[in-house]
Nanobody, 124 residues
Framework: VQLQAFGGGLVQPGGCLRLSCSASGLAFSWYGMGWFRQAPGKEREFVAAISWKNGNTWYAESLKDRVTISRDNDKKTVYLQMNSLKPEDTADYYC??????????????????WGQGTQVTVSS
């Protein structure tokens, strides 16, 4: 399984970004997908997740009004739309895939495969 995240960059406060994560080596539509982030000196934290089965989504409570996760099974890609970005959103953002037909949610234990991070910097 390979997960390639991209779309990060430098953005001003109040701006938006859409991160993408392209998957290969797995039957994508059967896997739950998640996004996590890790700021310098902090633990990796959950951002959002989307199930394989019915597209149910989960969000970190602190982010739910500003982020949207979605997936395109034909393109084997999961997206994270982030709006109204704040400096505290600065972090490396990681995508992750569950096990086959696996449970999806906020716990890192739900995820078997991780991509490399894409860096998001929110600064003026």
């Amino acid at each position: 399984v390979q997960l390639q995240a991209f779309g990060g960059g430098l953005v001003q406060p109040g701006g938006c970004l859409r991160l993408s994560c392209s998957a290969s080596g797995l039957a994508f539509s059967w896997y739950g997908m998640g996004w996590f982030r890790q700021a310098p000196g902090k633990e990796r934290e959950f951002v959002a997740a989307i199930s394989w089965k019915n597209g149910n989504t989960w969000y970190a409570e602190s982010l739910k009004d500003r982020v949207t996760i979605s997936r395109d099974n034909d393109k084997k890609t999961v997206y994270l739309q982030m709006n109204s970005l704040k400096p505290e959103d600065t972090a490396d953002y990681y995508c992750a895939a569950s096990t086959f037909q696996g449970t999806t949610g906020s716990s890192r234990s739900h995820y078997a495969s991780w991509g490399q991070g894409t860096q998001v910097t929110v600064s003026s």
